[in-house]
């Protein structure tokens, strides 16, 4: 039995007989030859969804409370109290830590 190559039309032989010619391949219900087949291979390739597996590593983000966080504490220059933040607790004083210098 002769097939012909789903792409170029040449004539092609059944593999399975030991005659002479070009051998017909398979493919998708499909008979190539031997030059056709692999470009159909490699389309049918590229064309297919890469499935790539990654693993996601997930970062737990734990609930820390404000009173262990490390804050730095300094000494009032109005009222000599020990404290932190942006104002002294006790006066209410701006913190010298947070001054700026004036752009000029």
Not at 23 to 43: G, L, M, P, S, T
Not at 57 to 80: A, D, F, G, T
Not at 81 to 89: A, L, M, S, V
């Amino acid at each position: 039995m002769e097939y012909k190559c789903a792409l170029c039309d040449k004539d092609l032989v059944d593999p399975k007989k030991s005659t002479t010619g070009l051998i017909a391949h398979e493919f998708n219900d499909k008979y190539y030859c031997n030059e056709c087949i692999e470009a159909v291979q490699f389309a049918d390739m590229v064309s297919q969804p890469k499935i790539i597996k990654e693993k996601k590593i997930v970062e737990k983000k734990e609930n820390i409370p404000p009173s262990s966080l490390s804050s730095i504490s300094y000494r009032c220059v109005n009222c000599k109290n020990q404290t932190c933040g942006n104002k002294c607790t006790n006066c209410g004083t701006p913190s010298p830590l947070m001054s700026k210098k004036k752009k000029i």
